[in-house]
């Protein structure tokens, strides 16, 4: 800490998320004219890179720092209560997954070089998982007895997954680790299996309803996944490594895996348009394939064991905060959705030595305060205590970082009614407020 970081650290102790003690190391990644490797970046990848959201350890892996976990979080919050809801029980399944359960489904060779494998000191072959049917058809069938009446039955998970992707790229986008909430569904007959692969296809467009972004549910190919039915959702943008088609005239939105991109798979129409599209969920009603290979069974009222009916879903929850970003943002200005945020507003007081700042000293530590009372401003201000920078400096840096709230204790301060200049970044608004009407604001 240098003599000017210690002494800001005695001012605003009463506040509980300060700037300076942040860490969130800003580093300046050239444009792509200038980058001597050809890789291109996505917009998202360079602003997170820049901006101390994530930085990268190796090709497709990342640290998260500070700002991007609070991101993180948020979106683990809202994937967690939604799961809540339809009885989803939380779990983690080992990293490892032992090769043979693997070749038992035919997926060592399906997922070939993709698949990240290790070898064990006693000649055992282990898959770092980039998905985890296998392991839980396995945790599944090593518990016997298991009656039709435990169904359905519902685990999920949020951890990291590993692909050895040909081309990791766009950051956090197609990443080689990354995170997952991968939850896998079993029921006794398809009947049942297909109304829970409703309720969470529901959930799902709940989940993403809270996030705020608009997304598209898409019907997507089963692919080396197996099964009968499949849904894909969705960010449309240019950068997407999906091609989805929509038809003007029965309304199919798919992948073009499915349907091919020339004419509609369902009426033959050929008055179709194609977009790009973010994958960043995927649903699967499985059935056996999973379950048969791997004798995960249930007894029947007879006391037969007969295979259970699975369902799998994904969500690239990684992809996701990368994925917002890359649609929100403007060329040198990150933006977040209001749910994912890191912070919800950020408070800019004045600059050391200016006349304000007595006065703007209190009226910050008092405003902090008020603004935490605000549930949805709980543990969500962040104070700007840089107090050696310019307003303007600090402002600029503000809206770079996108939150989506600026609150700015300047010249008004000093007034007999004081007033704040609250920069509402969603709104494109810049707005004065006395305190009342501040609180009254969010
Ligand atoms: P893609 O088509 O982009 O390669 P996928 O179809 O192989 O993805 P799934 O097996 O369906 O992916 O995995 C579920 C979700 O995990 C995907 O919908 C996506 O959001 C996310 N995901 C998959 N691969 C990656 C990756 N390499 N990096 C980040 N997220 C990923
Ligand atoms: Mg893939
Ligand atoms: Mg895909
Ligand atoms: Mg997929």
Redesign the pocket.
Known sequence: MNAYQKANSKLYLSVRNRLTRIFQPINIVPKDAKRKNQEILSRSQRLMLELGIIRQANP?SFHFLPLGVRALDKLLHIVDEEMLKIGAQKVIFPTLTHSKLWKSTGRLEDFGSELFTLTDRHNQMYILS??HEEAVSDLIASVSQISYKEFPLKLYQTTN?Y?D?IK?RFG?????Q?L?K?LYSFDIDLESAKHTYDEVCDCYNAIFTKIGVPFHKVMGSV?A?GGSLSH??HYKADIG??QLMRCSDCGLHANIDLVGRDKCSNCNSTNVTISNGI????TFLLGDKYSKALKANYLNEKKKPISLQMGSY???L???LAAVVEVLSQEEEMRWPLALAPYTAIIIPPKEGSKEEEAGYHLTERVCSLLETLPCLENNILLDDRIHFTIGRRIIDARRVGYPFIIVIGSKCMEQMPLFELVDLRRNTSINLNEEQLLLYF
């Open positions: 497709g980039p998905t997954k692909r992707e990791p956090l986008m197609r990443g080689r990354f997952m991968d692919g996944m894909e959702y490594e999906d994958e960043v969920g995927h994904g969500l690239g990684s992809r996701i």
